[in-house]
């Protein structure tokens, strides 16, 4: 099928032509058309599918008709994460560089005042991280009722963000009437049922099913031992024999080990730059921004900051510790062999992780190999724990490459990522922080004496 055929307007045609789209992606073919219909839509996609232009360049040929108010917003999308909120204002401004519409972006780590001054101005697009747009509601400074159209992205990455009452909150906040695209990439019980009370009488589209991998990358697990040190010496080793690497993410489970493996990367001579929530705004921007330019080639980033941003041929992903949520390998190994590239994706496992590794090849249906780079330890580092003569060295060796770390930046915003109290008491039982939300100053590692 052609993009002409989908109902857009000429002048977001013309758009995806400049863009150098030849065809429509699975995803945008089936939801455009319902979209210009205003059906509501639960799309479930991961991000690589082209989700992003599925509800914008439907949205624009929408918007081409009527004007804003001020500061009532003709449509709303909510994501997750500020980055990924970045990015779809970069997909307005990509492809709607000739409607003169105006999109603002209300995210935390960025001024109230200028974000304020732009909602006066009258807003068609608002494209918003929850916590920040529901501070400039209770200010006053933010009418929803206005909202024709409403997006939630990434909704099962809201969920264990622990977004969903804010979510709930917001959804009280805008018509009953509007139109409603819902995009997830896993459809656990809870997105189902906050899907059901956002959404009347949805067309579901399903591009791929949730838990698969992308063909086009090869996949591995290497063993290591199970001190840090055991596995940032591993995953030395694999950077530095690996064939093909033009730039790597490497994925922690948490904030503090993305600041750790960061500094100690950066100690060995890669050129590594890190990705976490207690980075502010600006920082987190610079270092993404130099891995896409590729003046940094690996990228140490933890689950929350990494998800689902749009960066282009990644040649390897490194799981430096197997992810908590099978549902998380799905995402990082995601982030390669993207647009039919080859990719690879190594994880290193400690003796602690069988269990996590079992719950992968469950979900994804999948057996992993094991590699033999020259770089496992031997197998019986994988048997139950004993003591190992040189086990006091390495925690010896760690506590050396840790001492000198300082947290990179002050501990972010109030906004979004940074209110634990609520946060942790939304947060669902039964699903783990991916990332810890302590003070960062409690994190510093604490030098002893050996
Ligand atoms: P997304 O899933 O929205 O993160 O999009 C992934 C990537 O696919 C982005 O870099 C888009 O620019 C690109 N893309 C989106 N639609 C198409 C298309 N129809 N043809 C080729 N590339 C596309």
């Known amino acids: 099928m052609a993009f002409s055929q989908l109902g857009l307007s000429e002048k977001v045609l013309a758009a995806v032509a400049a863009a150098g789209y030849s065809t429509p992606t699975p995803i945008q073919e089936q939801a455009i058309p319902h979209v210009l219909a205003r059906r509501d839509v639960l799309g479930i996609a991961q991000t690589g599918t082209g989700k992003t232009a599925a509800f914008v360049l439907p949205m624009l040929t929408m918007l081409e008709k009527g ?10 999308i909510l994501e997750p994460t500020r980055e990924l909120a970045a990015q779809v204002e970069e997909s307005f401004t990509k492809y709607g560089a000739k409607h003169k519409l105006n999109v603002a972006l209300l995210i935390g780590g960025v001024s109230f005042d200028d974000q304020d001054t732009k909602l006066t101005r009258g807003v068609d697009v608002l494209i918003a991280t929850p916590g920040r747009l529901l501070d400039h509601s209770e200010r006053g400074r933010l009418l929803l009722s206005g909202v024709e159209l409403l997006v939630i992205d990434e909704a099962d990455r809201m969920l264990d963000m622990g977004f ?49 991998t992308a063909v086009t990358v090869t996949q591995s697990l290497v063993k290591t031992g199970r001190e840090p040190h055991d596995k940032r010496d591993t995953l030395r080793r694999l950077i530095r024999s690996a064939e093909g690497l033009k730039n790597a993410i490497v994925f922690c489970n948490r904030k503090r080990e993305v600041a750790v493996l960061h500094r100690s990367l950066v100690k060995h001579g890669f050129n590594a730059v890190a990705l976490h929530g207690d980075m502010d705004q600006s920082a987190r921007m610079a270092a993404l921004d130099q891995f896409r330019k590729g003046e940094a080639t690996i990228l140490v980033a933890s689950d929350v900051a990494a998800r689902g941003l749009d960066i282009p041929e990644v040649s390897h992903v490194y799981n430096f510790d197997v992810p908590h949520h099978p549902d998380d390998y799905v995402h990082r190994i995601g982030r390669t062999g993207r647009a039919g590239r080859s990719g690879t994706a190594i994880t290193i496992v400690a003796p602690s992780d069988q269990k996590s590794v079992a719950a992968i090849e469950k979900l994804t249906g999948q057996t992993l190999a094991w590699a033999d780079a020259g770089t496992s330890k031997p197998s019986d580092d994988l048997a139950p724990s004993s003591p190992r003569p040189h086990a006091r060295e390495h925690r010896r060796e760690d506590r050396k490459e840790r001492r000198p770390f300082k947290p990179q930046s002050a501990p972010v915003s109030r906004i979004d990522e940074a209110r634990p109290q609520r946060r942790a008491a939304a947060r669902p039982r039964d699903v783990e922080p991916v990332e810890s939300h302590l003070p960062a100053f409690l994190l510093r590692p604490i030098p002893v004496k050996a």
């Open 164 to 212: 969903i009452p804010d979510i709930e909150r917001i959804g009280k906040l805008v018509p009953f009437t509007r139109q409603t695209l819902f995009f997830t990439a896993t459809m656990p019980s809870e997105i189902r049922r906050i899907a059901d009370t956002f959404l009347h009488n949805p067309v579901r589209v399903e591009v791929s099913k949730p838990a698969t």
């Open 67 to 76: 004007r804003a108010r001020a500061r009532m917003p003709r449509t709303l």
